[in-house]
């Protein structure tokens, strides 16, 4: 959660350290730069009061920096990026130099390190828990994402549809780990903006046809053939996914997740949950409306069989009995002519 850290930014009162970790590479850039801001109003450019470190460096150098004071200003930033010094393989001396200097910071000098991978039961990791911010930086979700695309929007001189911004969350939702999902949702929107420019409004059609999508989104398209029956487009999509080299046993292990989360659906549904109670279990509300429809066109019992069948496969090529590509081509034909076997 960042809220600590929107709260310092908000108030201007920042930190002696932040430490932000996760694979949202956007994420981290955009918090630093917020961060930057609120130090350095003019901005950083010709500051001789602010550093960089990239990748490995001199500690006992940046703590010589951080001890001396701002150069005609109030503060001082260090920005240290992707250090590996919190991973658990960090140098046992800088961790100890580093722990001392935060037993006794200076006021008017910001630490801010940029990493990947945190142990967070390094001792000096929970010494700035404490004294300073550690957060893992998430894709934004919900209404904090729905937010961001719609001011971006605003900030353009553009609206959105209902299903134009279902439909870009969809196809830019990428469901894999180390993958910087704000990032290609960033640089897509971009994308749309320039594309609908002028236009004062974004349609569901130009969402499909600028939006790159990602193998999520296609996985979304496959079990929309399914539900549907439609095997010209199932195959249309499987050959568009061999021409971009996408993995099989990844689209085997995704449909198998998709048709999970919509048998979990069919129970909720069933079971006449709340919305609240579905957002919960099954994600935001444009995916609780997708399920919702998706369960119009098919039988429980059928959803089980498709998941029998793409855990049957998975274990097939996982024990490397059958090759990735066939196990799926097999999958998509039995589960769109719902075939049992």
């Given at each position: 959660?960042?809220?600590?850290?929107?709260?310092?930014?908000?108030?201007?009162?920042?930190?002696?350290?932040?430490?932000?970790?996760?694979?949202?590479?956007?994420?981290?850039?955009?918090?630093?730069?917020?961060?930057?801001?609120?130090?350095?109003?003019?901005?950083?450019?010709?500051?001789?009061?602010?550093?960089?470190?990239?990748?490995?460096?001199?500690?006992?150098?940046?703590?010589?920096?951080a001890r001396t004071m701002p150069f005609f200003g109030d503060n001082r930033a260090i920005v240290v990026s992707?250090?590996?010094?919190?991973?658990?393989?960090?140098?046992?001396?800088?961790?100890?130099?580093?722990?001392?200097?935060?037993?006794?910071?200076?006021?008017?000098?910001?630490?801010?390190?940029?990493?990947?991978?945190?142990?967070?039961?390094?001792?000096?990791?929970?010494?700035?828990?404490?004294t300073g911010n550690l957060t893992e930086l998430l894709a934004w979700k919900g209404e904090k994402l729905k937010k961001w695309v719609l001011s971006r929007m605003k900030r353009n001189q553009l609206?959105?549809?209902?299903?134009?911004?279902?439909?870009?969350?969809?196809?830019?939702?990428?469901?894999?780990?180390?993958?910087?999902?704000?990032?290609?949702?960033?640089?897509?929107?971009?994308?749309?903006?320039?594309?609908?420019?002028?236009?004062?409004?974004?349609?569901?059609?130009?969402?499909?046809?600028?939006?790159?999508?990602?193998?999520?989104?296609?996985?979304?398209?496959?079990?929309?053939?399914?539900?549907?029956?439609?095997?010209?487009?199932?195959?249309?999509?499987?050959?568009?996914?061999?021409?971009?080299?996408?993995?099989?046993?990844?689209?085997?292990?995704?449909?198998?997740?998709?048709?999970?989360?919509?048998?979990?659906?069919?129970?909720?549904?069933?079971?006449?949950?709340?919305?609240?109670?579905?957002?919960?279990?099954?994600?935001?509300?444009?995916?609780?409306?997708?399920?919702?429809?998706?369960?119009?066109?098919?039988?429980?019992?059928?959803?089980?069989?498709?998941?029998?069948?793409?855990?049957?496969?998975?274990?097939?090529?996982?024990?490397?009995?059958?090759?990735?590509?066939?196990?799926?081509?097999?999958?998509?034909?039995?589960?769109?002519?719902?075939?049992?076997?």
């Open positions: 959660m960042a809220s600590g850290l929107d709260d310092d930014i908000k108030s201007k009162s920042i930190k002696c350290i932040y430490l932000l970790y996760g694979t949202e590479a956007y994420l981290k850039r955009n918090y630093r730069d917020l961060i930057l801001k609120v130090l350095f109003p003019e901005g950083t450019e010709g500051s001789m009061n602010y550093t960089v470190f990239n990748g490995s460096f001199d500690m006992k150098e940046l703590i010589g920096t992707e250090s590996g010094l919190f991973s658990g393989k960090g140098k046992k001396d800088d961790l100890e130099l580093l722990s001392d200097y935060l037993s006794k910071p200076e006021e008017t000098t910001k630490l801010i390190f940029l990493e990947t991978n945190v142990k967070k039961t390094l001792s000096v990791t929970k010494q700035i828990e404490k609206e959105i549809t209902r299903e134009a911004y279902d439909a870009f969350i969809e196809m830019t939702s990428v469901n894999s780990e180390n993958t910087d999902t704000m990032l290609f949702m960033d640089n897509e929107l971009e994308k749309l903006v320039s594309y609908c420019r002028g236009t004062g409004r974004v349609e569901y059609e130009d969402v499909k046809a600028i939006v790159t999508d990602c193998a999520s989104s296609k996985v979304f398209s496959l079990v929309d053939a399914i539900v549907g029956r439609d095997e010209r487009a199932l195959m249309k999509i499987y050959s568009d996914m061999q021409m971009t080299k996408e993995d099989p046993a990844r689209i085997v292990s995704l449909l198998e997740q998709q048709f999970q989360k919509l048998l979990e659906t069919e129970s909720l549904v069933s079971g006449s949950a709340s919305l609240s109670k579905m957002e919960e279990v099954i994600g935001p509300e444009w995916m609780v409306r997708k399920q919702r429809r998706l369960l119009s066109g098919i039988k429980k019992e059928d959803i089980k069989n498709v998941l029998r069948k793409a855990n049957r496969y998975d274990l097939l090529i996982k024990s490397g009995k059958m090759k990735a590509d066939d196990a799926l081509i097999a999958l998509l034909l039995s589960a769109v002519r719902r075939k049992e076997h």
